[in-house]
C-alpha cells in the first residue's frame, strides 16, 4: 500500500478544550506552535483549529456533547488521568522547557537527557492535557 504523497504528517493529534480560544493563545506562547486556521462556532467557542510546528499540527476545537465528543473525557473528568498525549520533537529541547515552564506549564517530568538520544520533558497545559516535548527525533536515521 502506497503512502500519500504529503509534506506534513498524516496522523493528527486533535484536543478539545473548554476555553479553546484560551488555550490556542497559550500553545502558542508556551510551545511555539503557530495558527494555520481558526474556525469560530456559533456559541462563541471554536468549531476547528490547526495549530502547526514544523512539519506536525494539532487540530483542536472547543468540548462539545456531540456525537463525536460524547467518546471524550477532559483530563479533570478522570482524575488528571489520559490514555494518550502529544509527543511534539523540538530543535532545543532546554530552551523549550524553559519557555513553558516560565509560561505556567505544570511539569510532570523535568528535563532530562536521555540513553536513547536526546532530551525530553513532560508537562501539562493549563485544561490538564498531557504534552511530552523531546529533541530525539526517531525520523532521523540512528545509526547503533
Avoid at 500553545?27 to 462563541?44: H, I, M, N, R, T
Wanted: aromatic share 12%; with cysteine; proline share 4%.
Amino acid at each position: 500500500m502506497s503512502q500519500p504523497n504529503v509534506s506534513g504528517s498524516t496522523i493528527i493529534p486533535c484536543l478539545r478544550y473548554r476555553d479553546a480560544h484560551v488555550a490556542i493563545e497559550w500553545l502558542c506562547k508556551a510551545f511555539g506552535f503557530q495558527k494555520q486556521a481558526v474556525y469560530d462556532d456559533e456559541q462563541g467557542g471554536v468549531a476547528h483549529a490547526q495549530l502547526v510546528y514544523g512539519n506536525g499540527m494539532l487540530m483542536l476545537g472547543s468540548v462539545r456533547d456531540g456525537d463525536f465528543g460524547r467518546h471524550l473525557l477532559q483530563p479533570d473528568e478522570a482524575n488528571g488521568r489520559e490514555t494518550q498525549c502529544p509527543c511534539v520533537i523540538v530543535k532545543d529541547c532546554k530552551a523549550h522547557y524553559e519557555q513553558a515552564k516560565a509560561a505556567g506549564a505544570s511539569i510532570v517530568d523535568d528535563y532530562a537527557e536521555k540513553d536513547y538520544g536526546g532530551a525530553g520533558y513532560s508537562c501539562r497545559d493549563p485544561e490538564g492535557h498531557l504534552w511530552w516535548f523531546g529533541s530525539y527525533d526517531p525520523w532521523a536515521e540512528h545509526t547503533g
